[in-house]
């Protein structure tokens, strides 16, 4: 079966710029997930969609960042306007179910650099 | 409070041995899953193993498994004869059925190399 797929795999923009980053999840997992993961730490979770509707984004910084899961599929990030420390890799993840015995399977990743 | 920790930023382990990852993690609720998954610095996260709150068995894919001991939380993950292609960042996770959502929170990693 085909993965997650990204993209971008990079990016760099100047701080005030805006971003985004796209999400295909594999063919029939209901549930997408955004990490953001900072050099040297964990992924943290910024938003969980089951289907088209949010479950969780309460560590999403609404100020700046949104998403959208169009018809429970598709998946877009948006920064804007962005600041030095979003600079990170932003992690798309889907799994057939929100069950806790259900693992996460990820895309590569894309590298966003703010300067 | 950290619901997981791996208290190893770094380790080193000669080619062909055996390595264990230690994690620890904190929930009261009695549904959750623990996983682990491999960075390697392409950066993609690969889903090694699983296990469940009510498994009584430990995990085993291969040359991983699972050191699961409930009384103490610790889920470590126990590398087998160790290759060069397991250098990577590795990471402990968990997810609880009935709180959270089933949302996955991470541990801050173990960078694990094999010397030749």
């Known amino acids: 079966e085909a993965g997650v797929a990204q993209s971008p795999r990079y990016k760099i923009i100047e701080k005030r710029q805006s971003v985004a980053f796209w999400c295909n999840p594999i063919s029939g997992h209901a549930t997408l997930y955004w990490y953001q993961q900072i050099l040297g730490q964990g992924p943290k979770l910024l938003i969980q969609f089951q289907n088209n509707g949010v479950v969780d984004d309460s560590q999403l910084p609404k100020d700046r960042f949104s998403a959208e899961r169009l018809k429970g599929v598709d998946s877009t990030l948006k920064i804007q306007p962005a600041k030095l420390e979003d600079s990170a890799v932003y992690l798309c993840a889907s799994s057939l179910a929100p069950g806790f015995n259900s693992p996460l399977h990820f895309g590569n990743g894309t590298r966003l650099t703010v300067t | 409070a950290q619901k997981i920790t791996q208290t190893q930023p770094g380790m080193f382990v000669q080619e062909k041995e055996a390595v264990t990852l230690d994690c620890t993690y904190d929930?009261?609720?009695?549904?959750?899953?623990l996983f682990w998954y491999k960075q390697p610095s392409s950066g993609e996260m690969i889903f090694l193993i699983y296990?469940?709150?009510?498994?009584?068995q430990n995990a085993t894919e291969g040359r991983y498994s699972l050191n699961f001991q409930k009384a103490r939380k610790s889920a470590n993950l126990v590398i087998s004869a160790s290759q060069l292609g397991d250098s990577a960042m590795y990471f402990c996770?968990?997810?609880?059925?009935?709180?959270?959502?089933?949302?996955?929170?991470f541990g801050d990693g173990t960078t694990l190399t094999v010397k030749p």
């Open positions: 296990q469940g709150s009510y498994d009584q």
């Open positions: 929930t009261s609720d009695p549904s959750y899953g």
């Open positions: 996770a968990m997810r609880e059925g009935q709180t959270n959502a089933g949302k996955s929170t």
